[in-house]
């Protein structure tokens, strides 16, 4: 019941819970969806895929023949 014990008690508490904190955030921060990609994983519905509009890189995708991921925008994270 010394002071110092409940301190040293409390630091492990909170620094096992900052801890656990931190590594869910970074386990929530990468998209699920993309898997930190930033892109679909579906190819693009403009050009199908193959990256070209016409003889244009086609403008939804910039030529990466898939769209930016719809949950985190091209982002890569939530
Ligand atoms: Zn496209
Ligand atoms: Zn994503």
Known sequence: MTPFKNI???????????????A?????????????SGISSTPCGLCKGTGL???MKCPTCKGKRFQN?????????N
């Open 69 to 77: 991921c719809a949950v985190c925008g091209g982002a890569g994270k």
């Open 24 to 36: 869910g955030v970074a386990f929530a921060a990468i998209c699920q969806t993309c898997q930190g």
């Open 8 to 22: 040293t008690r409390r630091q492990w508490i909170f620094t096992s819970m900052a801890i656990l904190f931190s």
């Open 53 to 55: 509009y016409g003889q």
